[in-house]
T-cell receptor
Framework: NAGVTQTPKFQVLKTGQSMTLQCAQD?????MYWYRQDPGMGLRLIYY???????DKGEVPNGYNVSRLNKREFSLRLESAAPSQTSVYFC?????????????FGPGTRLTVL | SQQGEEDPQALSIQEGENATMNCSYK?????LQWYRQNSGRGLVHLIL???NEREKHSGRLRVTLDTSKKSSSLLITASRAADTASYFC???WGAGSYQLTFGKGTKLSVIP
């Protein structure tokens, strides 16, 4: 099992460019999440998908869109990148069933917006 | 936001010593989880404690929860250099809630 995988690992964008961060999990989990982590900060939830076919905003959704493509995949799109979106982005998944609610994290994508 | 606050922000100890870090919060929770993050890596789940539990153990980890004081502590006994990492508490607010709110973390350094 690969667990949660994210692509790319690193990305540099210019202001105004767009890109999609990809996330996939092979644990048959129901729920998936996108977080961002800034220096000295904890993780902040951007969007989440409680189950296939649903998505909801988290704490900091502005400037982002998501797609739950199927049960395995959950992508995060930046339509017009801004320097304030420079961060490390983590995808996570959880079963959220039968009391199995712990989250499993991917390795992260380091994004720099110039 | 209703995040937990870890204390201390940074902790440096000698290998073999115990490490204690704390998490305080302001409103009622359903459960509290602790995660570890090694430098540059994703978070790894360590232990979960529910609001009706007072103490849980997992290997060298001991977690307590005091809902009357709205605080939790994570104790790592007989620390090793490999325990060097940042430790985060994460709060789940309601039954069936899918969202976790993370604190800013405690950075633990274990000196060999």
């Amino acid at each position: 099992n690969a667990g949660v995988t994210q692509t790319p690992k690193f990305q540099v964008l210019k202001t105004g460019q767009s890109m999609t961060l990809q996330c996939a999990q092979d644990m048959n989990h129901n729920s998936m999440y996108w977080y961002r982590q800034d220096p000295g900060m904890g993780l902040r939830l951007i969007y989440y998908s409680a189950s296939e076919g649903t998505t909801d905003k988290g704490e900091v959704p502005n400037g982002y869109n998501v797609s739950r493509l199927n049960k395995r995949e959950f992508s995060l799109r930046l339509e017009s990148a801004a320097p304030s979106q420079t961060s490390v982005y983590f995808c996570a998944s959880s079963e959220n069933r039968l009391a199995r609610i712990e989250q499993f994290f991917g390795p992260g994508t380091r994004l720099t917006v110039l | 936001s209703q995040q937990g606050e870890e204390d201390p922000q940074a902790l440096s100890i000698q290998e073999g010593e115990n490490a204690t870090m704390n998490c305080s919060y302001k409103t009622s929770i359903n459960n509290l989880q602790w995660y570890r993050q090694n430098s540059g890596r994703g978070l790894v789940h360590l232990i979960l404690i529910r609001s009706n539990e007072r103490e849980k153990h997992s290997g060298r980890l001991r977690v307590t929860l005091d809902t009357s004081k709205k605080s939790s502590s994570l104790l790592i006994t007989a620390s090793r250099a490999a325990d060097t990492a940042s430790y985060f508490c994460a709060l789940a607010w309601g039954a069936g809630s899918y969202q976790l709110t993370f604190g800013k973390g405690t950075k633990l350094s274990v000196i060999p």
